[in-house]
């Protein structure tokens, strides 16, 4: 008897080094996938370097000659870059990573949502033992693969641009931006990889129970991802947690918790996996559409329309939540973005929403006299409430922003723009003062010149800006962009209700109206994300970290051909890529679930 039990346990391990292996061995896709994992481990390590030990200098012998270097470096950098950078730096250097940006935003919804949709499929699988099922699930298993390898190719990229082209930022919060990507890469990198192996691969080759906990790991594994990543971009929103070294110039962090459950980080993180499950219940729903509309695969395009629907809706309900609780964190944390959001120049107390508008474009500075809006229907005091969650509360507008002397919902007067940059420029001013007193030993001095820099340094980064008419973002396209992300929000509420009505009635194979709209819904689905990264990043301008360090002092001293250079490079190789990922999908497509089962 324990002969048999050993030799049941060695034929274990045997078919777990068998499956590894030949999964490595026959599918090309495999091979491409365990590639990627090696790169993307070299990658973690690299990012943990240049975030964690970033004063690796080779000529200088100790750490405390190296760190008091770039500290001073970045010092001089910070005061005075601003007046001799060239703009079409910041300009290249910002339309290069808004580039890698939404490139890699064109992969990673599909990851979210598809991902999901498949476990449900293989659960489903699981439960009933409907063969039917385990075909619908590999197929779009094989769908998640292609698009899952051609994603995490641009998100290399994202990791490398913050040392190359933003390296005044990795220094000056790299101690706390750094440790969410450290964490994704440790924790959830690590699970996607060790799972997504027994998804593609192990099917016969371990339990389904196995295979479906695999199959969820993997998705959670790149849920878990996503979350560390935008815990680390709302940070930069609302940078809580943290405190400044005057001695390194750096920020560092002293209450973990506080990043990673700011309010900011929950809101975005749910609004924006919840953005990725819609994106994926659009994909499924369109392409079985097309197979209704060729008249192949009916049995698996109408089940998998069905989840898609169910899914895609309940996604879409739960995104207005969340899509309320983004607009109140905004109104709270980031007041120019909402007026932005909203063409809001004159604030007042029960403002309206605006619907829908079309901006006046002789409308070129807030201090003109020009109406905002050529036209527009506004929701009487929903404005104020989504603000507030009062419909008579009070809503500065851009030029109360600017001007300030409005009382805030905390009862504090505003200061003005004008008054917060002279802080800003206190703040840095007391900076350099207490390095030098450090350098100069005079205690009494540093100890006097901290005390105004921990002062002033909420407004630090206001120091950088020359014109407060800076402190605006781009109006007209934060308003298009909010406006598009809601308007195909609620166009896919009414889709995917439209969808499952016609599927209980037994009508959506014979409405070829309703499948040509499922079909071309797909693209609409990237729009409204990439849309709401739009109003998310622009309506923050002009910066890189909230009040605290404008996108214009971010940035790596560069020559800007060099910059424009790789910024048409990464063009060339991003189209090529989507170019192949849609070509290789198209194909698996045509093919069908038959072919994706074998």
């Known amino acids: 008897l324990n002969e048999n039990n050993y030799m049941k346990k060695e034929s274990a391990f045997i078919r777990i080094y068998r499956f590894y292996l030949e999964g490595f061995r026959e599918m090309k896709l495999g091979k491409t996938l365990w590639l ?100 619908t699930a590999q197929f779009w298993m094989k769908l998640f693969g292609i698009n899952f390898a051609i994603g995490v190719a641009t998100g290399l990229i994202l990791e490398f641009e913050f040392g190359t082209n933003w390296s005044n930022y990795s220094w000056f919060v790299g101690d706390i931006f750094g440790a969410p990507l450290a964490i994704e890469g440790i924790l959830a990198f690590f699970m996607e990889a060790t799972f997504i192996a027994v998804m593609f691969f192990g099917w016969d080759k371990v339990s389904k129970r196995f295979h479906l906990a695999s199959t969820w790991l993997t998705i959670i594994g790149a849920t878990l991802s996503a979350l560390w990543i935008l815990i680390a971009n709302a940070w930069m929103q609302y940078p809580v947690g943290m405190h400044f070294n005057p001695d390194t110039v750096r920020n560092e962090m002293f209450d973990f918790w506080a990043v990673a459950l700011s309010p900011v980080a929950i809101n975005k993180f749910f609004h924006t996996v919840l953005s990725g499950w819609i994106v994926g219940a659009l994909f499924v729903l369109g392409i079985s559409c097309w197979y209704l509309l060729k008249k192949r695969n009916t049995e698996f395009a ?44 004159e604030g007042g107390n029960g403002v309206g929403l605006v619907g829908i508008g079309i901006l006046n474009p002789a409308k070129t500075s807030y201090l003109d006299n020009q109406n905002a809006f050529i036209f527009d229907i506004k929701f009487p005091k929903l404005l104020s409430f989504l603000a507030e969650r009062d419909m008579n509360a009070y809503v500065p507008g851009i030029v109360n922003l600017i001007e300030g002397g409005y009382t805030t919902n905390k009862g504090t007067v505003a200061l003005s723009a004008k008054e917060k ?49 800076e402190l605006i973002p781009h109006v007209g396209l934060t308003f298009y962009s909010f406006r598009v992300m809601v308007i195909l929000g609620c166009f896919f509420i009414l889709l995917f209700i439209i ?47 909230q009040d605290i360090l404008p996108t214009s002092a971010s940035i790596s001293k560069l020559n800007p051909s060099s ?33 994706a089962a074998h």
């Open 36 to 135: 990627i994992i090696l790169v993307k481990l070299f990658i973690m390590f690299f990012i943990l370097r240049l975030f964690f030990f970033p004063n690796y200098l080779g000529q200088f012998d100790s750490d405390s000659e190296k760190e008091n270097h770039v500290s001073n470096e970045i010092l001089k950098t910070l005061i005075n870059m601003i007046e001799n950078i060239d703009t079409s730096l910041i300009d290249w250097s910002r339309a290069q990573f808004a580039l890698t940006a939404m490139y890699h935003w064109l992969f990673v919804p599909l990851t979210l949502g598809l991902g999901v949709i498949q476990a449900i499929m293989e659960t489903i699988y699981y439960r009933t033992g409907n063969e039917a099922w385990k075909k």
């Open 302 to 345: 109408l089940s998998s329309i069905k989840v898609s629907a169910i899914f895609g809706l309940v996604a879409s309900i739960l995104i207005i939540w969340t899509g309320d609780g983004s607009a109140y964190q905004v109104a709270q944390k980031q007041p120019m973005k909402l007026a932005a959001m909203e063409g809001l120049y």
């Open 421 to 469: 940059i002279e802080k800003g420029k206190t703040a840095i001013k007391a900076l350099a003062d207490y390095r030098k007193a450090v350098k100069d030993k005079d205690t009494a001095a540093a100890a006097q010149y901290r005390v105004t820099l921990e002062e002033n340094f909420p407004y630090f980064g206001y120091g950088y800006i020359k014109d407060p008419a």
């Open 499 to 545: 969808t499952l009505i016609w599927d209980k009635k037994g009508k959506i194979a014979n409405t070829r109206w309703l499948q040509y709209v499922g079909l071309w819904s797909i693209p609409l689905g990237y729009i409204a994300g990439q849309a709401g990264w739009i109003v998310a990043e622009v309506g923050r301008q002009p910066w890189a970290i």
């Open 563 to 595: 910059v424009q250079t790789t910024f048409y490079l990464f063009l060339i190789l991003f189209t090529i890529l989507l170019i192949a990922e849609i070509g290789i999908m198209v194909k698996a497509i045509k093919k069908g679930p038959e072919a």
